[in-house]
């Protein structure tokens, strides 16, 4: 028989939520918020925190939507972007899920803004080589769903793990598997591997 | 154990690991952050302008609210002054009225017949308001008024018209219709106050009466 155990303070819940909530701020001033403060306040040593902790995230988002060539500088505008709207940010632990949308957001405008262009092989004196390969398998990943592409780059391109993933993109852990593991059915079924 | 290699790079997964190996060119230079502009740009407080909108709008609600109010109160005054005035002032205006506007326009009176197209009716009022008008001022010089103050028929007229105006008209107190009760107590007060007064006379002749007698009584004793 389970022995049921009663709490000595009948006020127990307001205890425990009283605690949840002091952690939760303890959590928020202690990491994000500082790093947004501090960034708001013009320091950049917080600035390149930022940058070294979301910019693989960043360049996987503008990778599976824009052209090899243009990434880079894209990257750098979602920074300065970020940078400059950074006071509009109203809860600084969502910070990795509000550069994501400003990537997607800034990818979607480079298209808008550009003339369709058609994107050249780098040596085409080398067809069939390893990095055209590269490129096909690439290309492949980037026709997938879009919740599919962006994490599947992450991880194969950045080679990041699940739980960074679930981390910068603001994402469950558990989401973040089941994206990898569907993408992955997808991508094997395109390439034609025979999966497990 | 449960090993994940796709998720959490543990344990072996060769066909991963080959596209890793394979797509690793892609992967990111290290390149650093954009540098940040020297001046940071300091963006008002969203709330406190909020609170300071919400403060204005109450403020500016109350003074209107006040404006309005004093605005009813000046008119109330305005009101009662010109009342008061109405009542205190109207024979001065009509004392400063110019000697030449204070008789009665000629022109209709002495109108030609054939131009004269009003009424035979409006002729004998008028000749009629005239004859008054002469004696009402025969009248006042009787009394010894100085002229300026005497009153034209227009400025009769105009100051009756004022005071049917101004002269508040008493509410009318409606007499209930009595009933049987009513009548009979009526009539029995009425009896009582006659016997009553009745009853007053009767002594009233006596205390006189006895006046008349201890007054001829001290005369004989004065006399003796």
Redesign the interface.
Known sequence: MSETRMPDNIFFLADRKQTKENRFFAEEISAEEKLVQDI???N?TA??E???RF??MI?SII?SRSP?DEV?DL??EV??TA?QNI?TLREPKAIGGWLAIIARNQAAEFYRKSKPTEELSEDLSHAGS??N??KE??DIIKSLPEAYKETLIM?????L???EIAEQTGLT?ES??VN??RG?KLLREKLG?A?K | MNK?Y????TGEDA??EN??N????????N???????????V?PNKTRQKTFRYAFAIAASLLITFMLGLFALNIGKKDAQNDNLSENNAPQTFKSIPEEQKTVPQTILTAPEEKNTAPQVLKTVLQKKNTTLQKFKTALQEKSIAPEKILTAQNVNKYALYKQKSVKTIPQIKVKTLTDEEKFAYEQLKLALSITGSKLKIVKEKIYNAEDFNSVVNKKTVTK
């Open positions: 708001c306040n013009g950049q600035f390149d930022l940058y070294r910019s693989p360049y990778l090899r880079a990257v750098q920074f300065l940078y006071k390893r990095k390969e590269a398998v690439l991880r194969l391109v950045e080679g793990t699940g739980n852990p973040v598997r990898l593991h992955m591997i999966g | 994940d796709l998720f959490d790079k066909e991963i596209l890793e394979l797509l690793q060119g892609f992967r990111r230079k390149t650093t952050a954009p540098m940040l502009p020297v001046k940071v740009m963006f």
